[in-house]
């Protein structure tokens, strides 16, 4: 063993690989809390209520629109699940090839077949994973906002603004608490979102943009940790 073959080994660079595929995705996230994404979802919402909008932003659509938009059709998932395999691919293509040189050493012809033969085996195999990873990356346009995690945490919202109970920053805090964008038990709020929350119980339009952003900001943490693991397999 050399200091260089910890970096020829394959689970615990495929893993490393993943973690950073798993930080791309999160990075890659938008600010759904954030005042962009809250003008953009105001402004969508504003058009509905005066009728300025099109049948495809109707009513819950507004969500899957920008579900689609943001993670489907701008190739956030697509592109870095497509890197992800090229990765490992080629991380395997020099796995192979140090193989087949540490124990071809008299053999040069041979090695060269063996590691053309190896390389174009990884290669089919790459376009297969390429194809279902770009499946998998479009298929997330159907939303499914049955994950229990989810639906617990959604509730609990909807159920105290009902009764007015509780301090309503409090209770935004602790729906979108535990998430993997938050990295904490106790994340802060955007100033621009806290203003919402104030104005949000005498204007029914910003009630309707705050759970919109807050569903959004919690579904793709569950879409993203779906995802990452689906494509890790």
Partial sequence: STPGDEELTIAPRVASMVQEFRKRLHDGNPEWLGNEMLSEVNATVQKFMHGYTVDNLIGPQVFISLIKRVFVDDGLLRNAARDLVDDIAEHLKRV??????????THGILAMHLTDQAHDVIDELLSTSRQLCDALAEAQQITSTTHGGYMVKLTKFRKSWAEMAGDVKETMKSFLSGSMCSQSDDP??????????????????KLAVLEICASLHVYSDFLIGSFVDMTAK
């Fill in 96 to 105: 192979l090839s140090h193989l087949v040189d540490a124990h071809t050493t």
């Fill in 188 to 205: 802060q709020l955007p100033d621009t979102f806290v203003a919402m929350i104030q104005q949000a119980r005498s204007e029914p339009r």
